[in-house]
């Protein structure tokens, strides 16, 4: 019984010696890596410095009274109903108007307007009789100084009602407009309006020490509205402060930003990207791809369905792409998606 269940063994145990050298089928111990490449080329690349601000209307005028009357709101002639806030205005355009009879009265406006009128004929009669040898000159220099009195006196009093009167100092927008009831009395002092012009707008940023030098006047810079990052506008530096803040050691830069389309707004928080420096013609990659390998920049190329890993030194650099000084040449095909997994040698496959 023994001798037999040991031959039943020994035979299996050479059954199975017998399918060991069998051939087994091919297996690809490594199999090809799927990768999307790109072509190196020569492109531009322009570097940034980052800031953000507060844009502000070049033109802006807040009116004050400055004579108190009675509110009269005026009517916009382009919509036939009153002004309104967002309403364009012209310039000299009256919007509000305050009546005082009392103060008008006191001016006198018309009566000095008369005078200047009967004052200003005299004097170029009494031109026409000294010419004539009619009069002296000490009398002609009386008609002259009761003329120029007269001006003065007419021309003081049309000031005078000018107070009386918010009138737009620009073509621009009605920005704000205080409510007032109708025949309110608004004491001088008072806001009545608010007028803009933001076609062209400023902001002040401030910006890192380690930058000054390398931000000028006549730099131009992209500013973007964070709700609206689509809609990136053209600003220029006209100013540059050469001093740091003491406690921040920030310095203070001005730009202005052509505002034709009215995209942006007055009051809106920006982002605002100094351009410091840019190059016509580089090598230049997506930033993304690039791996640090201890300190060492790296990414992969693809020859011969290979993965060939390369050591870059890189130059100018900004949010979304690096300018390649070497470790890479113009054509190449360099690796973009996929590379998190390869090694150097590793093989890969090309898909699109």
Same mark, same amino acid.
């Given at each position: ?13 050479? !059954? +199975?010696?017998?399918?060991? *050298?069998?051939?087994?089928?091919? @297996?690809? #111990? ?7 490449? /790109? ?121 005078? !009602? +000018?107070?009386?009167?918010? *009138?737009?100092?620009?073509?621009? @927008?009605? #920005? ?7 025949? /309110? ?144 040449? /113009? ?22």
């Amino acid at each position: 019984m023994h001798t037999r269940f040991r031959f039943i063994i020994l035979w299996c145990c050479l !059954l +199975a010696l017998a399918g060991c *050298t069998d051939e087994g089928p091919d @297996i690809d #111990v490594e199999s090809s890596i799927p990768v999307r490449v /790109e072509t190196v080329e020569l492109k531009p690349i322009k570097e940034y410095t980052f800031a953000t601000g507060t844009l502000s209307a070049v033109d802006e005028y807040l009116y004050k009274a400055e004579q108190s009357g009675f509110y009269r709101l005026q009517t916009n002639p382009r919509t036939g109903r009153p002004f309104a806030m967002g309403d364009q205005v012209r310039t000299g355009e009256t919007v509000v108007r305050l009546s005082d009879p009392e103060f008008e009265y006191s001016v006198a406006c018309d009566s000095k307007k008369l005078n200047y009128e009967i004052s200003q004929r005299e004097f170029e009669q009494q031109k026409n009789i000294y010419e004539k040898g009619g009069i002296t000159l000490r009398e002609l220099t009386d008609a002259e100084r009761t003329f120029i009195d007269a001006r003065y006196a007419y021309d003081n009093a049309k000031l005078q !009602l +000018a107070k009386l009167a918010a *009138t737009a100092p620009f073509d621009g @927008i009605l #920005v704000d407009l205080p409510f007032h009831g109708p025949n /309110e009395l608004v004491e001088a002092g008072q806001i009545i309006a608010q007028f803009m012009n933001y076609a062209r707008l400023y902001a002040e940023v401030a910006l890192p020490g380690k930058e000054m030098g390398r931000v000028e006047r006549g730099q131009e810079a992209l500013i973007s509205n964070y709700t609206q990052p689509e809609d990136t506008l053209t600003g220029v530096i006209t100013q540059v402060s050469p001093a740091l803040d003491p406690t921040s050691r920030m310095f203070k830069a001005t730009l202005e930003i052509a505002n034709d389309s009215f995209l942006l707004k007055p009051g809106m928080f920006v982002k605002v990207d100094i351009i410091v420096e840019q190059k016509d013609s580089a090598l230049v990659i997506p930033k993304d791809i690039i791996i640090d390998r201890r300190g060492a920049k790296t990414v992969f190329i693809v020859d011969k369905g290979i993965a060939i890993e390369r050591r870059l030194e890189t130059g100018l650099s900004n949010r979304t792409e690096v300018e390649v000084l070497s470790g890479l040449d /113009e054509k190449e095909r360099l690796v973009v998606e996929g590379y998190e997994t390869l090694r150097h040698r590793s093989k890969v496959k090309i898909v699109q």
